[in-house]
């Protein structure tokens, strides 16, 4: 009887340990499992570079950067920012590509490292229906100037994209947080072409009511 009590104690004994063993082995195992719980993704953005727009398609768009943004509209924004004389946009950039296309472009700064890009092209009409197909996935629409329109915040400076028909005006600064906060600048913009009050500039082929303005010099000043 006392060996046949000492085999039941050593198997209840065992079954014990192994039952406790159970409730505390690998707890760190145990901790990544719940830490692998899902997580939201980011939506993806695209990862090609921007059509490539074809420069012969082109409408030429003369302007001077104070007539295309007033110095009170720019002041108005940051009382610092002057315009640059001479601006070449950055091999690559938005602005580079609009001035690719016999376009306007236009900058001002800040001693302080505040910046302001304002520029206009007009695009063929494949080139331009391509621009907007590819800024549907790249940006973001909005409906705050009117037409079709388009919105983003890139390393943190806000960028508009602009449509009148063929014609693509494109503003960018630090200074542009959301859709409203480049308002101004898109209107006086839009107002020095032409545009503001029309969602197209179908009658700029050479006819009345032109969207490419008429002064011709050097865009810099």
């Known amino acids: ?33 719940q830490s692998a719980a899902p997580t939201s993704v980011a939506p993806a953005t695209p990862t090609t570079p921007p059509p490539t727009q074809d420069a012969a398609d082109a409408a030429p768009v003369s302007i001077r950067c104070r007539v295309l943004a007033p110095d009170a509209v720019v002041q108005a924004l940051e009382p610092e920012l002057q315009v640059v004389r001479g601006w070449t946009p950055a091999p690559g950039s938005a602005s580079a590509r609009l001035e690719a296309l016999h376009g306007t472009t236009c900058e ?4 302080a490292g505040d910046t302001l890009e304002v520029a206009v092209a007009k695009p063929g009409r494949e080139d331009s229906v391509a621009l907007k197909n590819d800024l549907v996935e790249r940006s973001q629409s909005v409906p ?3 037409g079709e329109a388009y919105f983003q915040v890139v ?10 028909g063929r014609t693509w005006l494109f503003v960018r600064s630090n200074r542009f947080f959301e859709p ?24 700029a082929e050479g006819g009345a009511g032109a969207a490419t303005p008429a002064p011709t010099e050097t865009p810099a000043g």
């Open 1 to 33: 009887m006392r060996s046949v009590r000492t085999t039941v104690a050593a198997g209840a004994a065992a079954a014990a340990l192994i039952l406790l063993a159970g409730c505390t082995s690998n707890p760190v195992a145990a901790g990544t499992r």
């Open 108 to 111: 001002w700064t800040t001693a």
């Open 144 to 146: 705050t100037y009117g």
């Open 155 to 164: 390393d943190h400076v806000g960028q508009a994209d602009v449509f009148r």
């Open 180 to 203: 409203g906060d480049a308002t101004a600048i898109v209107s006086a913009a839009l107002d020095a072409l032409g545009l503001r009050s029309s969602a197209t500039d179908a009658p």
